[in-house]
Every structure is written in C-alpha cells, then in structure tokens.
C-alpha cells in the first residue's frame, strides 16, 4: 500500500511558479502510474496531468499544457508537477494519485495523498 505526501504549495502571484512534490512511503512506487489532480471549491476534482510508471506517456489537461510539467524520480520515490505561469484559475487544492493505470480519471487510481492548497493572487 502506498502513503502520499504533498507538499510545496502555497500562495503565489499571478504569474508566479510553484514546484509540487510527492513523495510516496511504500516499497512498489516505481510500479504505478502517477496523477495529480486538483480540486477548486464548489468544484469537482478534475485531471491536471499524468505519468507512465517509466517517466513516459505523460499527459497533460488542455488547461495546464505548456505550463505544468510532471516529471518522477524513481529512486526517491518522488513525482512532481513543475507549475508555471500561474493563473488565479489554477487556485486549488492539488492532489497526488498512484495507480495500477494510466488515466485521466480519478477512477484509475487507487491511493491518493492529503492535497496541498496552491492559491494564486491576481
């Protein structure tokens, strides 16, 4: 079973960047697909961008392309979403996903960490 942690969100002004880590606890980490996913209030948790368990078929939501970059470390059991050119629109809860799939669906995966809060200033 995998724990996810979070971190390096905050507050940013438009404009601005944000690097997003997850680091995962569990031994299989480099064996499961990786997503974030983000939540806005009122909103439901949508796709930002995802990882093939080798660094490949990487994918991106229209919103986010040519901004957000996702990228693993294997051997510090770590996915990141580089987010630049922040935007108020961005302003949400982002979370980060494991899986034994390759989706842009919240249904693909099956462990999910606690979320970190990127607000965006405008």
């Known amino acids: 079973q995998e724990q996810l942690v979070e971190s390096g969100g905050g507050l940013v002004q438009a404009g601005g960047s944000l690097r997003l880590s997850c680091a995962a606890s569990?031994?299989?980490?480099?064996?499961?697909?990786m997503g974030w996913f983000r939540q806005a209030p009122g909103k439901e948790r949508e796709f930002v961008a995802a990882i093939f368990w080798n660094g490949g078929n990487i994918r991106y939501a229209d919103s986010v392309k040519g901004r957000f970059t996702i990228s693993r470390d294997n051997a510090k059991n770590t996915v990141y979403l580089q987010m630049n050119t922040l935007k108020p629109e961005d302003t949400a809860v982002y979370y980060c996903?494991?899986?034994?799939?390759?989706?842009?669906?919240?249904?693909?995966?099956?462990?999910w960490g606690q979320g970190t809060q990127v607000t965006v200033s405008s």
């Open positions: 996903a494991a899986g034994w799939i390759s989706s842009t669906s919240t249904r693909g995966y099956n462990y």
């Open positions: 569990g031994r299989t980490f480099s064996s499961y697909n």
